[in-house]
């Protein structure tokens, strides 16, 4: 075994097989006595509380809260992780109001798009369809990418073979038993991050001791704390407003709405929800700040593992894979079948075929070719961030014109439609390109000198800002 690894790629690989055939077993059991469409779709809407609350906080958190918050703590500090926490926590406070509306008016519905639809013509429709989905893609390929490279990293396993196991398992028992198997498995699931995250908490406290603090953090990077840090900020704010629109349009989330079985226990359900996602996100973060502190020369997305792994053992390297595989699947299920229920409840409306077409296996089909472009993509080990940001810009530009609509009924098509483009349009000539050092306008059009340094130091965050409350102009301008 190479010495630079946790773990020999035979035991890596045969527990990743053991774990992932135990989801697949779980998964087809449950299914098998919850078969048809409503299950399918939303799980027949008799969802209760405890089964609701883990599986809304399984599918918000994924193998991403191992890499992203760490990361970002390292470089924006305090504000960073807070936003971060905050962004993901958040839809789910906000979709008890927007859950109760859509309910209410839409009893019989299963996705946020069925309600767009209504609202809005048919191309409008398309194209937060088509939004939607392309998120939710990107999502996926994250997924799968960062638990590929998670298990390369301890064991030094290819990154294809890591990738084929998890997208064949999930989707063997998610395209059988749809939404009602997804949220059954998520249970199961979350019990096991929740074990696992709490039992890493108590290993890295005991184990770093005094320097698994606040102080500590201030003692070697008092900027990281500082309320005087404009990164820190700027960083909270862009990661809030970013996860938080991105995840407002996560099907997963309008399935789930749907699938309680009454409003008041959706409601409990997101406020656990709320109050379990931020500190899980914030104490990944912290991890990150600790790391650094330590060792400043360490690789900014491993700070958990970092402190972590730094005993090197076999029992740990097997605790860190099965927390980063629960994490994984329940995330991955909750896409797939996210995706294929909007091409079977919009599908119709969209492409039009014929009315003999079996929509549930049509959707089938492209979840499949999508899986095998995801494939491609995560045993490439492409990094996605990019891809990632550029999609939450989309969801950015949409977030207020979709979901003001719901509460303001003089926003028609056509104004919708020009209050998107002109946030998208204002978006993108703030977005930086890949390296972040200039954009379309700040940089390519016109020269950095214009602009002060820190315009050319927050590209990311006025890009967001931009998209997001420019096509406010539009409807300030419809009023008048």
Known sequence: MNKSYFLSQSTSLTFVIVISLIFVFLGLYNSKKNQGLNNYLTANRNIGLFSLTTSLTASALGAWILFGPA????????????????????????????????????PKGSSLIEFMRKKFGKSLFKLILLMTIFYMFIFLCAEVTAVAVLINYISGTELWITALIVLVSTLVYTLYGGLRASIFTDNIQMVVIGILLLISLIYINSFTGSEFSFEFISKKNPHLLSSSYIPSYTAGLTFFIAVAATNLFHQGNWQRVYAAKNFETLRKSLIISFFIIIPIVFYMGFTGMVAFSIDPTMRPDLGFFTLLLKEQTELLSLFVIALGLALTISTVDTLVNAISSLIVVDGKATFNFNKKTNYLNFSKYIILFLSLICFIVASKGFDILYLFLLADLFCCAFVLTVFYSFYNKNIN???????????????????????????????????????????????????FIIATFLPLIVFKAKRF
């Open 71 to 106: 990361s970002a703590a390292t470089w924006g500090g305090i504000g960073a992780i807070t936003g971060y926490s905050l962004g993901t926590a958040f839809p789910m406070f906000f979709l008890i109001y927007l859950g109760k509306k859509i309910r209410k008016e839409f």
């Open 413 to 463: 098509e056509k104004t919708a439609y020009i209050s998107i483009i002109i946030g998208l349009i204002g978006g993108f000539l703030m977005f930086p390109v890949p390296d972040f050092s200039k954009s379309l306008i700040v940089g390519i059009l016109l020269p950095k000198e214009l602009f002060a340094p820190i315009v050319s130091q927050s590209l990311l965050f006025l890009s």
